[in-house]
């Protein structure tokens, strides 16, 4: 518990494939300043591997993906004030992280999600990976419309409100969504970039599957919380954004896959995010449209 009475809880996800990243990653979350009363780790259709006493340990029988399984962690989280989501690749590399986790929501009681930074082994931030759409500067902090899903924290008690990861998702877009709502409730978000993950460097479009997702989930994202007249504005400008951007053809195909099962699945319940909240994202320099 820290010292002036949050108790922080950390959820990782781990698919057995990072075994030493993993150890390294929870050493890191060890040497904290101020200790996590909790630590889960979900295995997602693996066996557990060998994890210290201090680690609870979750075993899946299949891969629930990222929404499922972090959904899994909540069930075990659910007693604390912050739920920390870290993945199992990156690196807690200073030992102050929680401590100023711990500062930023005791400071402000509306504070809902903070998202960190997220920097590979030479210091660089990916541009997708700075949360706003000027993304010039990874080292400007502040309100934001988006975070980190390699590294934020969640307060449970907007969690409670707002409810947990939306399992149709699997993973791609489940941040936004967690945030969309998060928004439409009245809570803050902040990009604090002086919490720092470090990570290896990725490329997100590794495979068919991610373009089929990603698609799908966008129309979720629209059908879900979009007020009528916005939804054909952010499919059209994400359609036009993926073919001017895409050079892949097969991702384009499994682009457009997607974007068609988003329509004709379940996505879960539809509430329209309020026109406070249209007006308060493009405020904070990303209105719902793209």
């Not at 899946?60 to 604390?80: F, I, K, P, W």
């Not at 419309?145 to 307060?155: A, C, N, P, Q, V």
């Not at 919380?225 to 359609?239: D, E, I, S």
């Not at 879960?268 to 309020?274: N, T």
Request: aromatic fraction near 8%; glycine fraction near 10%.
């Amino acid at each position: 518990m820290g010292s002036v009475g949050l108790k922080l809880g950390v959820a990782v996800l781990t698919m057995g494939t990072r075994p030493k990243e993993l150890a390294e990653l929870l050493a890191s979350v060890e040497m904290q300043t101020v200790p996590a009363a909790k630590v889960v780790v979900v295995a997602q259709g693996c066996p557990l591997p060998e994890l210290p006493a201090w680690v609870e340990g979750v075993e899946l029988a299949e891969n629930l993906g990222v929404t499922g399984g972090r959904n899994v962690a909540l069930e075990h989280l659910r007693d604390v004030d912050v739920v920390i989501d870290l993945d199992d690749d990156g690196l807690l590399v200073a030992d102050d992280v929680f401590a100023r986790i711990e500062a930023l929501y005791e400071a402000d009681p509306r504070l809902g999600i903070v998202s960190f930074r997220i920097a590979d082994e030479t210091g660089l931030t990916q541009r997708r990976h700075v949360p706003r759409l000027r993304a010039g500067d990874p080292r400007r902090g502040g309100e934001v419309t988006s975070f980190l899903g390699g590294g934020h924290g969640l307060s449970t008690k907007m969690l409670e409100q707002v409810g947990d990861w939306p399992d149709a998702f699997f993973f791609a877009h489940e941040e936004t969504d967690m945030a969309w709502r998060a928004l439409d409730a009245g809570w803050r978000m902040l990009y604090a970039p002086e919490l720092l993950l470090r990570h290896p460097r990725t490329s997100p479009t590794r495979h068919s599957f991610f373009y089929r997702v990603n698609a799908r989930n966008r129309v979720y994202l629209a059908r879900r919380h979009l007020p009528a007249v916005l939804v054909p504005v952010y499919l059209g400008v994400w359609v036009a954004l993926t073919v001017a951007r895409t050079r892949n053809a097969a991702g384009l195909k499994a682009w457009f896959a997607g974007f068609a099962e988003g329509w004709r699945t379940p996505c879960g319940r539809r509430k329209p995010m309020r026109w406070r909240t249209v007006w308060t994202m493009t405020r904070l320099g990303r209105p719902p449209i793209i």
